[in-house]
């Protein structure tokens, strides 16, 4: 019985270094890809793989990713992102997001191959920002402190918060400045 203790120790090891080291497998559905497109950019949670549009303007009536032609604004409304909480402005055509930095672990069940190579950069980061304007193409923006994107008629711009280790991100419109 002794004799096989250590062989059956060095195969559980060896599975479990195999388990470890294997990427996950493609999921049916990619967060990014799969996603409907945006005009807005995008918060992706790295961890949930929840994607959510950081709209300032009000989209269109039946178009997808488009903006309505009348812009009515002027009015505030608390927005959900990627599992966080933030407002729109749309007064002043801005939408602010507090993101907590380092925060969630990357689990990269929730990416395709292709994806997850985009992403794979980010990964400590927790969350990233992307154009989704078109899904199969989506374009990765870094969240760092004073960062400075823009894109069609957007600006994005990070600012640090009172709180240690938080960053609040601004999406201004830039089509009616």
Known sequence: MKKYVIPIIAVILILVLALAILPAPEPERCAICDSIPFHAPALVNLETGEVGELEVYEPHPFKVAELNEYQQGGTFSFIHAAGLNGYSDTANWETHITVPLNENEYEEKHFCRTCRNLISRYKKQGYILLDLKDPGKPVAFE???????????????????????????????????
């Open 143 to 177: 969240i760092h402190i004073d960062m400075n994107h823009a894109f069609r008629c957007y600006e994005i711009k990070a600012t640090t918060t009172e709180t240690e280790g938080e960053l609040e991100i601004i999406v201004s419109g830039t089509l009616y400045a």
